[in-house]
């Protein structure tokens, strides 16, 4: 289907459904019930998910199959955003120069630095990326190219927003003030109310979803094909392809480039949903987060980094959100000296101890599962499949050796 | 190579599978049926309290957070009212806000834009807050500023002391009633003046945003006015941690007075570093070598120790003032934690109530009749004085107080002695002063 294999197509659709479905299933808690804090169907955090989701399967393309580990590909994502956030104030809030412009400008800018920087490979690419990326946040912090041009580029710390008086040439009197696709405005919503349950339906996350999914789809066609191959070739093997007399350089260019134009895709895409971008986007701590986010999810596997992002994103905004009273309120039947001691035991773990969390849950993947979350996934279905894997006759073909 | 096979049915598999996924969203553009953002239609109300509990200037949003919560305390009858007691207008009475119980969720900022606007979006979205109090770093507070106005829902500002917050940047949606940079500066000027006379030469590090640009920009007008001599401004990122590379170029600057446009966790690192660096006891062009702090606040003064001893600056309010309303609050904030209260903790404080008030003045939680209800608000008994809310740019006039690190503290609250009460009418502007100039307020937005 698609020109997808079966099992490819299974799991395309599996993902097709749960973004299709993404508000209701994330929203299994009634509003007003203890639970309601762990749910994370609203628009805000959805959008989160899968423009995330996009960054990571971009990621993917060069981490998963060529094995460049690039630290810096935040950056990508923060050019993306300062593009479209441009498009907005010089031409309309109309989202679709601004979400093409990112993707152009990020794929011009991966152009340079992957041409740069992949001159290196393992540790010392890492470190030229990072480099790059920081070089970046640099000039975008301090606003160096607004100081040597006059005026305002990236307009540091506070970030680059849309006033008001800002030129706007394409933008007619009738037009929405708030980013749209032709008049369908990204922030409106519709809510269905069923029961005790309230699920939100916003344009915004359902258009975000639709470019994760054809982001997806190209990335599978990416994975299948002789290109991805390829690429795969470079991560085992790379003097071995040189021997055969294959230039690898211009595969492992084209892989950095179509993941750096993901990255500004998803940096578009934020603009978009929130027009506002500021320089700590592509703070170094942000092209870290990515990287976790593959190595959690499970890197080289198509369903994996999209995990990982909505786990640590899930973490971010929600762990983050709990506070004590929140705690006493889930403890309140106990009797007070016990449900005292169980709120203290548990305080260092939520709100600003969120990170701590994550650590520790990323600390228990990589040490148990080394796979991701992927893996963790296979062995719970190898769990429950094994007699019928002990069935079958041990299959004829070989695998490759890495 | 690939080969693709089209079927007819599968064709018109895929191409309805399409069709249905493309058309899913458009089925559902209806807006619901609310007057406004969020609109409370139980027994309660939530707030939202987006305050930085990393990063930074943390001390200040946790401090910030006690405030809120004992707030809301005093705004459903629990504890003893706090300034509720000597609050001038008397429509609240700890029953709620019209009969509604008043509850909050929190979130943490960690002083950056981006995560700060998840976390009002999460109130918003998630948990249906009809207000978002906090902001400790006026990128983030303008930040969630304008998210709040197209969301459609009140922003309460808390401590944010850029010009831009209510200057340019200033939103219908948003009040701000912490002072702001050009406020310190016109109340500093007249005591530099007469502390350090008019012959100096200043040498400004600021921290690289919003805040620190227009504060810098502020105190420069001020002390070039009265006759000093800038000798350079330095820009240093925020949370820098380390700042003695930015300190040991002032050593052979020429300069004789440091001013230190830094908040939080920097104004304690770089002043414990300008002091280790021998600045203090230093003598330049024949005077002492002064370091001064523009913006200041008690936990700060904590944070240096004995680094601010006899260093001048500025504050918004101070638990040691006299009035009623003072010892009102720093009575019920110490009965509960401990000690006294910042002035981070006053302002996010004073604006809950502010807020309360407003509503059960206008008899509803729409925004627009809220920003009605708020704008050219006078009132009194909050601490500050006689207040006026005015009503062109959102920004709140009071009184500032001049500050200074004291010289022989008694106790370990006691860091900072009140200098002068800087008169209101000295710190007024015209709401299109050149410094605020290019704002535009828009029109209130209630959402929905």
Partial sequence: ?402 | MTRTNYSRRGVLKTGGLTATGLAMPTIFTASSASAFTNEPTGSSVKFGFNVPQTGPYAEEGLDELRAQELAVEHLNGIGDGGMLNTFSSKALDGTGILGKQVEFVTGDTQTKSDVARASAQSMIQKDGCIMINGGSSSGVAIAVQGLCQEAGVIFMAGLTHSNDTTGKDRKRNGFRHFFNGYMSGAALGPVLQGAYGTERRAYHLTADYTWGWTQQESIQAVTEAMGWETVQNVLTPVGAGDFSSYIAPVLNSGADVLILNHYGGDMVNSLTQAVQFGLKDKEVNGKNFEIIVPLYSELMAAGAGSNIQGVYGSMNWNWQLPDAGTAAFVRSFGEKYGFPPSGAAHTCYVQTLLYADAVTRAGSFNPCAVVEALEGFEFDGMGNGPVLYRAEDHQCFKDVLVMKGTENPTNQYDTLEIVEVTPRAQVEYAEDHPMFAGGDLGECNPGA
Avoid at chain 1, 23 to 35: E, H, K, M, Q, T
Avoid at chain 1, 224 to 243: C, E, V
Avoid at chain 1, 265 to 289: C, K, N, V
């Fill in chain 1, 1 to 402: 289907m698609l020109g997808l294999n079966s099992k490819d197509f299974t799991l395309f659709l599996v993902v097709v459904v749960l973004v299709i479905a993404a508000p209701i299933l994330l929203n299994p808690f009634p509003s007003d019930s203890a639970f309601a804090q762990f749910n994370a169907g609203y628009p805000a955090l959805m959008q989160r998910f899968v423009i995330f989701g996009i960054l990571v399967i971009g990621f993917n393309i060069l981490f998963g199959l060529t094995g460049y580990l690039s630290f810096g590909h935040a950056a990508f994502l923060g050019v993306g955003s300062f593009a479209a956030v441009w498009m907005f104030k010089l031409l309309s809030y109309n989202i679709v120069p601004a979400v093409l412009l990112s993707v152009i400008v990020a794929g011009l800018f991966s152009v340079v630095i992957g041409y740069v920087s992949l001159r290196r490979s393992g540790i010392y690419f890492s470190i030229l990326t990072l480099a790059f990326a920081q070089m970046m946040y640099a000039i975008a912090y301090s606003d160096l190219l607004g100081k040597f041009f006059g005026g305002i580029v990236t307009n540091g710390e506070t970030g680059l927003q849309v006033y008001n008086d800002d030129p706007q040439i394409l933008m007619s009197p009738g037009d929405p003030t708030v980013p749209h696709l032709f008049g369908w405005e990204m922030n409106s919503s519709f809510t269905w109310d069923v029961g005790g349950w309230s699920f939100v339906f916003q344009n915004g996350y359902y258009l975000s979803g639709i470019l994760m999914l054809a982001s997806f789809y190209l990335a599978i066609r990416i994975f299948r094909s002789p290109f991805g191959l390829m690429l795969r070739a470079i991560k085992s093997n790379q003097n071995r392809l040189a021997y055969t007399g294959v230039s690898s350089r211009p595969y492992a260019l084209a892989a950095f480039v179509i993941s750096g134009m993901y990255a500004g895709l998803a940096g578009g895409l934020l603009a978009a949903m929130d027009p506002l971008t500021g320089a700590e986007r592509m703070f170094w701590t942000a092209s870290g987060e990515i990287v976790i986010m593959s190595i959690l999810g499970g890197v080289g596997t198509l369903i994996g980094p999209i995990l990982g992002a909505g786990v640590i994103k899930y973490m971010e905004n929600i762990v983050s959100t709990i506070n004590d009273n929140v705690v006493h309120g889930w403890f309140a039947f106990m009797p007070d000296g016990i449900e005292n001691i169980l709120v203290t035991v548990i305080h260092p773990f939520i709100g600003k101890g969120w990170h701590l969390t994550l650590g520790l849950v990323f600390m228990a993947v990589v040490i148990f599962l080394p796979g991701g979350l992927v893996e963790g996934g296979q062995r719970l279905g190898r769990l429950f499949e094994r007699r019928k894997v002990e069935e079958k006759p041990p299959t004829a073909t070989t695998e490759p050796a890495e």
